[in-house]
């Protein structure tokens, strides 16, 4: 069956240090791999994508990056700041249509 | 910027009752999409609408139904409100041959 994991566990960084994200798959084939960030009690919001092509993708303080043979993207925030505290999906995608499949988050809780 | 409104932030209702869930896109996308999220379970597709009167199943879509007259709206209709129906409904919307989706803010429903 489909499945997309991402660390159930809440993930605790001191702030500065760099917060890694992993979201792994199987038995997708995914065309491309998005990641949103949500705060409590508020929708998603989109943050970056990468497509099957790419490695690597960078926005300012954020890098992804997306290895299709051991079918995993590695999700990093450099420098995190206690702002950064949130939950953090990734979502996979297909050529075949416009629907997402949401992994369940993963919380980050950065402290000063 | 791109707005996704959703109705209500918040809705209580009794079993049995018919419930009506809006969501109102102000980009003219042309797909939008209703999911609901419950802890430890994550984001799960109800339904989607790629069209103006068109829909598609999504993974739960059993005891929902969904119209979408305009193309900015698209709404979720509980026809007989259960108690396992209780969760957070989030609205999305997305342009065509664009993957980022836009959601709104979320409408916490409780069903007693």
């Known amino acids: 069956s489909q499945k997309i994991e991402q660390n159930s566990e809440a993930l605790n960084i001191q702030e500065g240090k760099t917060a890694t994200l992993t979201c792994n798959y199987t038995?997708?084939?995914?065309?491309?791999l998005q990641w949103y960030r949500q705060d409590p009690g508020r929708g998603p919001v989109f943050l970056l994508l990468i497509r099957e092509n790419e490695k690597e993708k960078r926005k300012e303080r954020l890098k992804v990056t997306f290895d299709t043979t051991l079918k995993q993207s590695l999700f990093h925030i450099t420098a995190s700041q206690p702002a950064d505290s949130a939950t953090y999906l990734c979502?996979?995608?297909?050529?075949?249509?416009?629907?997402?499949?949401f992994g369940k988050g993963t919380s980050l809780l950065v402290t000063p | 910027d791109v707005k996704v409104t959703q109705s209500s932030r918040y809705l209580v209702k009794r079993t049995g009752e018919k419930v009506f869930l809006e969501c109102v896109q102000d980009m003219d996308h042309e797909n939008m999409f209703w999911y609901r999220q419950d802890p430890g379970l994550g984001l799960r597709l109800i339904y989607f609408s790629y069209d103006v009167k068109m829909k598609e199943k999504g993974d739960i879509p059993e005891g929902y139904s969904v119209s979408r007259e305009k193309k900015e709206r698209f709404s979720l209709i509980l026809e007989s409100a259960s108690t396992n129906q209780t969760s957070m409904y989030l609205c999305?919307?997305?342009?065509?041959?664009?993957?980022?989706?836009?959601f709104g803010p979320g409408t916490r429903l409780l069903v007693l």
């Open positions: 979502a996979l995608g297909t050529n075949s249509g416009y629907a997402l499949n």
């Open positions: 999305a919307s997305s342009f065509n041959r664009e993957e980022t989706q836009y």
């Open positions: 038995n997708y084939s995914p065309a491309y």
